[in-house]
Every structure is written in C-alpha cells, then in structure tokens.
T-cell receptor
Framework: GAVVSQHPSRVICKSGTSVKIECRSL??????MFWYRQFPKQSLMLMAT?????????EQGVEKDKFLINHASLTLSTLTVTSAHPEDSSFYIC??????????????FGPGTRLTVL | AQSVTQPDIHITVSEGASLELRCNYS??????LFWYVQSPGQGLQLLLK??????LVQGIKGFEAEFKRSQSSFNLRKPSVHWSDAAEYFC??????????FGAGTQVVVTP
C-alpha cells in the first residue's frame, strides 16, 4: 500500500514552454502532497506543500507564478512549470501523506520526473 | 534549529559485509525519524520509521535502525549487504510544521 505515481517520468521541452507533472496517490487518499526539487548529488529541497482544495504554501524563494501547483482532488496534485528555462532543468519528486498525526505523517514518495529544458 | 545530520557522505562496503549509516538529529523533543533509500534516477523508498516505543526498529530489505536518545542518533544497520543495496540513503525528521528535514544523504557503494 501507499503507492505514489508520477507522470511523466521524463520530459524534454523547449525553453519558454510550460510543462505539467502529475502526482497521484494510487491506493490512498492524500490529505497533503509535497513537491520537491533535487539537484544532482544533493538532498531534496521542498518547494511547496499542498492540501486538497486549498492554495499551496510555497517555500521561501520559490516563485509561485512559475511553479503552479493544483491539488484538485485527494488523489491528484499537479505541478506546472510555466515558461520553462534551462535553469529549471532538474529532478522533481512529489510525496503524499494520509491521515493526520499532528502533521507528522509518513511521506510516501513518487518515482520522480526528470525535466530537461533545452 | 531543528536539523538532521548524516556525517558520512560516502561509504564503500564489500558485499556480504555489515553496514552502518549514521544519523544525528537536533530536536528539542523526541522526533519522528525516517530512513529512506533512493536508487539512481528514482524516487525515495521508505525503509523504516520510528515514532515511539521500541527503540530498535525493523524495516524492509533486512535493514534495522536504533534510536538512542542519549546520543541523539538513529543509525541504520544491515548485517550483510547485497550489491542491490548500492544507493543513496537519507535520514529525515519532520520539523514543527510537519516539513521533512533531510540529512545530506550517504552514498553507499558495494564492491564485489
């Protein structure tokens, strides 16, 4: 149980275009989903936290107009990278939690999406 | 500030040998603690977690971890590593707002 999928696993796009990444919880309802970015040989950097039906909370330094997050249902969150540029190339990983233990729930991670902007 | 530290960036171990990965935390209260593993180009897989109770936690793939409050540590161990254990390992703990704080990660290389 607690499987999280991401689609696509890999995407290459031209500079200036927008890219949408989907994150789905397959066998549980995710009250909260998180979006991370990971640079090569580095740990994960939290970009934003999203709760179903409400606006995402972005971390300091993350442009909300560039990284649009929508959490329309309890099983789906999307990250749209708008007007992508080469510096947006990275590995994007989502995670999801179910239930509530004062917010300290286990996060289950998706397999990640490799974005390359040419 | 709350933080998680993994002192070892890189560890090389022979197949069949034992493995121990260190993790130290800096939290006021006893935190929830997690170990995740990441294979190249993949997401993170949960190995085990500690919330409370027995300080020795068993996880998947033959891993275990021991919570030691006196040392602020949550080290991960495996008695006999397999070539498939080569990966990046992350220790993590949520902060007061539920955001996971990750250690820098430990790269494990397994030699024949």
């Amino acid at each position: 149980g607690a499987v999280v999928s991401q689609h696509p696993s890999r995407v290459i796009c031209k500079s200036g275009t927008s890219v949408k990444i989907e994150c789905r919880s397959l066998d549980f309802q995710a009250t909260t989903m998180f979006w991370y970015r990971q640079f090569p040989k580095q740990s994960l950097m939290l970009m934003a936290t999203s709760n179903e039906g409400s606006k995402a909370t972005y971390e300091q330094g993350v442009e909300k107009d560039k990284f649009l997050i929508n959490h329309a249902s309890l099983t789906l969150s999307t990250l749209t990278v708008t007007s992508a540029h080469p510096e947006d190339s990275s590995f994007y990983i989502c995670s999801a939690t179910h239930g509530t233990i004062g917010g300290m729930d286990t996060q289950y991670f998706g397999p990640g999406t490799r974005l390359t902007v040419l | 500030a709350q933080s998680v530290t993994q002192p070892d960036i890189h560890i090389t171990v022979s197949e069949g040998a034992s493995l121990e990965l260190r993790c130290n935390y800096s939290y006021g209260a006893t935190p929830y603690l997690f170990w995740y593993v990441q294979s190249p180009g993949q997401g993170l897989q949960l190995l085990l977690k500690y919330f409370s109770g027995d300080t020795l936690v068993q996880g998947i793939k033959g891993f275990e971890a021991e919570f030691k409050r006196s040392q602020s540590s949550f080290n991960l161990r495996k008695p006999s590593v397999h070539w498939s254990d080569a990966a990046e390992y992350f220790c993590a703990a949520p902060d007061s707002w539920g955001k996971l704080q990750f250690g820098a990660g430990t790269q494990v290389v397994v030699t024949p």
